[in-house]
């Protein structure tokens, strides 16, 4: 019998080991603080990883999905279409790039959009559909290409970029993703691009940053498109600072007023050597949802399914729904959780709860599947920090807490 004396159990602390700190150092004792060598480095290893012709690490996925909208051309007069359940990055930069944010509702019981309405949902003002890979599980992009190839004659391009694609284009928010697989295929090389963040709570972490891979098929120039990335995430200056450094090489142009979003060499020494142990990191996730879906599922508790015959999820978050808990009920579990020591979350509330949506028109009545699948979930801890003796202290914990809530339904 597991004790269940009252532990500290973080919701997702980093797992930072001392390569991780003795590359930051380096990195700091090099004189080489910003973007440079190492950032080049990781830009490479990811590109590897993912399999892909080109990465491009900026400070955070946001970054890199408001980025590719703009060097799209994505802007007042579009529409972009994602879903109501994920975090509000997703869809806020859809406003940042001064486009209409047009969100579907889930499918009934899914955590996903539903592919269903998502060719109606497209209209001749639709530029993007960011697709949300959440929880580290790669969305069922079958669906949603073939929802655009429906609706393909609407299309109508404002660029030549936009041109090259001839239909509507498809960037991924797999802040959750990297490291998943669907049907073959890694993410990053399915949608037209893929957004990673790399943020302290995520699989891989560089504390802030992110990432973005395009698919090697779309037709366009990798070197230009990698230069639009660099242009923008550095004021649109033509020269970045390492290039600077050559002898006599200190002059510059500002091709446009542009942003300030670049990763530092702090950051990718960091995330090199996290990418070092990716695949071990992986592994310890699998096991840890092994662990949880052995011991909650047969109790009717429902989570998200990470591994199948032809997938594998990232493993970045265990996503549990308990049947027929209302949201006040599922909000005094969670502060049972916290008075036993364990942090939980949820994962997501809706956008159009939020008052920024509410503001821009939004209602959660027009998504009830949504709502629906928000009011009765609950994230577990799920980091490779945890031991198995933590996992089951959890698992007990969540057992005991929902027998006290639900008079011993568990």
């Not at 051309?73 to 975090?87: H, K, L, M, Q, R």
């Not at 940042?96 to 499918?107: E, N, Q, R, S």
């Not at 049907?183 to 995520?202: E, I, P």
Request: hydrophobic fraction near 40%; aromatic fraction near 10%; include cysteine.
């Amino acid at each position: 019998m597991i004790d269940l004396k009252v532990r500290n159990i973080p919701f997702s602390p980093p797992d930072i080991t001392d390569a991780e700190i003795e590359e930051v150092i380096k990195a700091m004792k090099s004189g080489w603080i910003t973007t440079g060598p190492r950032t080049k480095e990781f830009e490479k290893r990811i590109a590897e990883y993912v399999g892909t012709n080109k990465a491009v690490c900026l400070n955070s996925a946001t970054a890199a999905m408001e980025l590719t909208l703009r060097i799209l051309g994505v802007g007042p007069g579009d529409e972009v279409i994602t879903s109501a359940y994920t975090y509000t990055a997703t869809a806020s930069i859809i406003d940042h790039v001064g486009a209409k944010i047009v969100l579907i509702d889930t499918a009934t019981d899914s955590f996903e959009m539903d592919y269903s309405k998502l060719a109606n949902a497209i209209t001749e003002k639709t530029k993007v559909i960011i697709p949300v890979d959440i929880a580290g599980k790669m969305c069922n992009y079958e669906a949603i290409f073939e929802a655009i190839e429906m609706r393909k004659e609407l299309f109508k391009a404002n660029n030549e970029v936009q041109k090259s694609f001839n239909r509507v284009i498809v960037m991924t928010d797999a802040a959750h993703a990297f490291g998943a697989e669907r049907k073959g295929m890694k993410c990053g090389q399915v949608a037209d691009f893929t957004c990673y963040s790399f943020h302290a709570v995520k699989n891989l972490t560089t504390a802030e940053g992110g990432a973005v891979v395009w698919n090697d098929n779309l037709g366009l120039d990798d070197e230009w498109l990698y230069k639009q990335f660099m242009l923008y995430s550095l004021h649109g200056q033509s020269k970045d600072a390492l290039a600077k450094t050559q002898k006599g090489a200190w002059e510059y142009d500002i091709v446009y007023p542009a942003y300030k979003c670049n990763m530092t060499d702090i950051m990718a020494g960091f995330g090199l050597m996290q990418l070092n142990r990716y695949e071990g990191l992986l592994v310890r996730r699998k096991d840890i949802i092994d662990l949880y879906d052995k011991a909650l599922l047969p109790l009717g508790i429902q989570s998200l399914q990470h591994y199948g015959d032809d997938f594998a999820s990232s493993g970045h978050l265990y996503i549990t729904r308990i049947p027929g808990v209302s949201e006040v009920e599922r909000n005094e579990i969670i502060v049972k959780m916290a008075e036993a020591g364990i942090a939980c979350n949820v994962h997501y509330k809706p956008l159009p709860m939020f008052t920024a949506y509410k503001n821009l028109g939004f209602d959660i009545k027009d998504y009830p599947n949504a709502f629906d699948v928000y009011k009765n979930e609950i994230t577990l801890p799920l980091h490779t920090l945890l031991s198995d003796d933590d996992v089951q202290y959890v698992i007990e914990s969540y057992k005991k807490v929902l027998n006290e809530v639900l008079s011993d339904k568990f």
